[in-house]
């Protein structure tokens, strides 16, 4: 190869590399340990995780344990056992449940990205929602409010938010406004 065609080669080779790195794309958000790039990727996974909860609740005919499968799926933990063993109890009991839940509204609480946690406020309109014993009673309390204010804790296990448990809001009510 002569010079004037090894200068070439290296022009060549000088411009393909530039041409490259300018092609080369933005690095994309580093996840966090949690799996997710961001708080907003993390509250979006735990709504969607809390929508479909309440979509396998109003799924479950209490005399076909079979139907329970889908909400287990969707939890861990203390929230798991709970729900088991209720729906168990139910089952045994041989009570019955009508109705729907809604939920009627979503805010954001707290994202942990290290402890791999993530809470919700949400309120649940259960006023359609009756559960009935075996002799076709509500088992109901008549004081029961119709608007349920709670928080959802979640868990992150390999990247999917999982229900780890479900309680009354203390201080906050995303029921209101």
């Given at each position: 190869m002569t010079g004037a065609q090894r200068r070439t080669a290296a022009l060549i080779a000088a411009l393909l590399s530039l041409a490259l790195a300018a092609c080369t794309p933005e690095?994309?958000?580093t996840p966090t340990p949690?799996?997710?790039?961001?708080?907003?990727?993390?509250?979006a996974a735990a709504e969607a995780t809390l929508r479909a909860y309440v979509e396998a609740t109003n799924s479950i005919k209490i005399e076909d344990p079979v139907t329970f499968e889908p909400l287990l799926a969707l939890t861990t933990?203390?929230?798991?056992?709970f729900?088991?063993?209720?729906l168990a109890q139910y089952h045994a009991d041989d009570y019955s449940v009508s109705g729907t839940t809604l939920v009627t509204a979503v805010q954001r609480g707290e994202w942990l990205p290290a402890d791999g946690t993530t809470t919700l406020l949400a309120c649940l309109d259960v006023s359609d929602v009756d559960v009935m014993d075996a002799s076709g009673a509500s088992i109901v309390d008549d004081d029961?409010?119709?608007?349920?204010?709670?928080?959802?804790?979640?868990?992150?296990?390999?990247?999917?938010?999982?229900?780890?448990?479900i309680a009354?809001?203390?201080?906050?009510?995303?029921?209101?406004?």
């Open positions: 690095p994309a958000p949690t799996g997710f790039a961001s708080e907003e990727e993390a509250f933990g203390d929230q798991k056992s729900d088991k063993k209720r029961r409010p119709a608007q349920q204010s709670l928080t959802f804790s979640f868990d992150d296990l390999a990247g999917r938010l999982l229900v780890s448990s009354g809001s203390d201080g906050t009510n995303a029921c209101s406004g």
